[in-house]
């Protein structure tokens, strides 16, 4: 079992910036953390989780259309995630989930299926 606890959620002033952390502890099956893909996901009230980014083992990132040149996703180090949203707008605000595959992913992996673990979210206000 994998474990997920995001940090970093507050409220912003749109046009603000804020970085969201993803502590990853756990069994990552075989502690090949390295091979596993890592990845954001919101949810606004009375809407669908919708997938905001994601990172292979090799660093390779995948961006939301409604993100991209805003936020970065980076694998700090073998046990933490980060999200830098820049330029943040108030249809950013939603409740903002780490989420983790215990395989490397595709740019098409965009959907809540492709994820084995998930966090319990951090809230976003703009």
């Known amino acids: 079992h994998v474990q997920l606890v995001e940090s970093g959620g507050g409220s912003v002033q749109p046009g603000g910036s804020l970085i969201l952390s993803c502590t990853v502890s756990?069994?990552?099956?075989?502690?090949?953390?390295?091979?596993?893909?890592l990845g954001w996901f919101r949810q606004a009230p009375g809407k669908e989780r919708e997938w905001v980014a994601a990172?292979?083992?090799?660093?390779?990132p995948y961006y939301a259309d409604s993100v991209k040149g805003r936020f970065t996703i980076s694998r700090v180090d073998s046990n933490t995630l980060w999200l830098s949203m820049h330029d943040l707008r108030p249809d950013d605000t939603a409740t903002y989930f780490c989420?983790?595959?215990?395989?490397?992913?595709?740019?098409?992996?965009?959907?809540?299926?492709?994820?084995?673990?998930w966090g319990q979210g951090t809230q976003v206000t703009v």
């Open positions: 989420a983790y595959r215990t395989e490397t992913c595709e740019s098409t992996m965009t959907g809540t299926a492709f994820f084995d673990f």
């Open positions: 756990g069994d990552t099956y075989g502690g090949t953390y390295g091979s596993s893909c």
């Open positions: 990172v292979t083992r090799t660093h390779t």
